[in-house]
């Protein structure tokens, strides 16, 4: 089933047309864990949610924090389901059930945008095909159907594109998506299912720092102080579906001024331990910044 929902028309001011190297606000790469970490994971029981995955998604509305997420028992089955929570302070968290919100179809890697009052989920199913779903309330979801995503040229582009990531602007939607965790590509969309490529080449790839050669997925893209920043989790190795030593993933920044050109922070990674999937909410003007996989830490400005 597919649905659909009017336009919001989001106004924003346009990117400037020289890219400025470097500008990377210490505010938005500067952290320190907090001391309570992790402040949520799984529950350790034999319970549907068992473990918890990359990448969940966390929303502050009215002084309340909406966090999302992915839960899974390898030993009851491999599907994966949608869970909430929600927390008065983004530290002490609550689920909203002890079963899942939403088990109709594999959701795993999720993204959540709000957009005129409407719930927006872009997610991974199973096979690392993304789909998308919608919600009036942010816990009753409907499913819209699995993403098509073609070619600059509008040919069809065979799956799998996981770790959807979604920006609108001027009533524009666009979609960072990666394949196979290969690098991170560029479409854009007039329904919120269909999507073109802006260009066929990844606009952020792997490399040439070690710390993400391997590997890199897009997990939030914010406008801040006139420039985008794109928040994206990686790792070092090159074997990772197969690894032979134990696989470090962790957490990065890039800027861009205009969405399809990217230069990566060179103090990156900002989160060097093996938590990835970074999210960042804005309490005012203060960024917290939450690493979503394999459980919930807070990272807290220097």
Known sequence: MLLFFPACKNKVKPAND?????????????????????????????????????????LLEDNLYKMWYTGYNPVITNQKYLGYATSPDGINWTKYSEKPIFDEKWTEDMFVVKNCGTYYMYAEGENDVAHFLVSGDGIQWHEGGNLIIKSEKGDSIPGPYGTPTVWIENGKWYLFYERNDAGIWLATS???????????????????GKYDIGAVAADQVIKYKGNYYLYYHSTSSLDWEKPVVPVLWTSSLAMSEDLEHWIKFQGNPIVQSDNSSPIVVFTGNKPLLYTMHPEVCLYIPR
Do not use: C, Y
Request: aromatic content about 12%; hydrophobic content about 35%.
């Open 18 to 58: 020289n890219l400025k190297m470097g500008v990377f606000p210490a505010e938005l790469v500067n952290f320190v864990p907090f001391k309570g970490n992790p402040v949520f994971k799984g529950s350790g029981t034999n319970s549907w949610d068992q473990r918890i995955r990359e990448r969940g998604f966390i």
């Open 190 to 208: 007039e329904d919120k299912i269909h999507w073109k490529n802006i260009q066929d080449e990844p606009v952020i790839k792997p490399g040439p």
